[in-house]
C-alpha cells in the first residue's frame, strides 16, 4: 500500500527551526516511516487508535516524532520532547480534525 505523508503546521513549524543536520535525521526517519509506517512503537492516544512513536536525539535532548495513520495518509503530527512524557500529546492530535 502507498502512503501519502502529510505534516501538520505545528510539526511543519517545528521542523523548520531544526538545523539542517537534524532536519536530514528527521527525513531519513520520515523515508522509514512511508516504507512500513506500522514498524515503529504505538502508543495510547484517547483520539486515535493509529498513533506512533519514533526515537531521536536532537542536539542532546531525547524527542519523539509523533504520527497518525489514517487510512493511506501518513500524518506527522509533532516533535515531542521525551521529558515532558507526552503531556502535550492529546493538544496535538486534537489539532489534526481542524
Known amino acids: 500500500m502507498k502512503f501519502e505523508v502529510v505534516a501538520t503546521e505545528s510539526f511543519q513549524e517545528q521542523f523548520n527551526n531544526l538545523s539542517e543536520k537534524h532536519q536530514k535525521q528527521v527525513k531519513k526517519k520520515v523515508e522509514l516511516i512511508e516504507q512500513n ?16 512513536r519514533i526515537r531521536l536525539n536532537i542536539e542532546g535532548s531525547e524527542t519523539r516524532l509523533i504520527y497518525v495513520v489514517l487510512g493511506s495518509k501518513i500524518i506527522l503530527v509533532c516533535l515531542l520532547d521525551r521529558s515532558d512524557e507526552y503531556r502535550d500529546l492529546e493538544k496535538y492530535l486534537a489539532r489534526i480534525g481542524t
Open 37 to 52: 509506517p506500522f514498524r515503529s512503537k504505538a502508543i495510547h492516544s484517547k483520539l486515535y487508535s493509529r498513533v506512533f
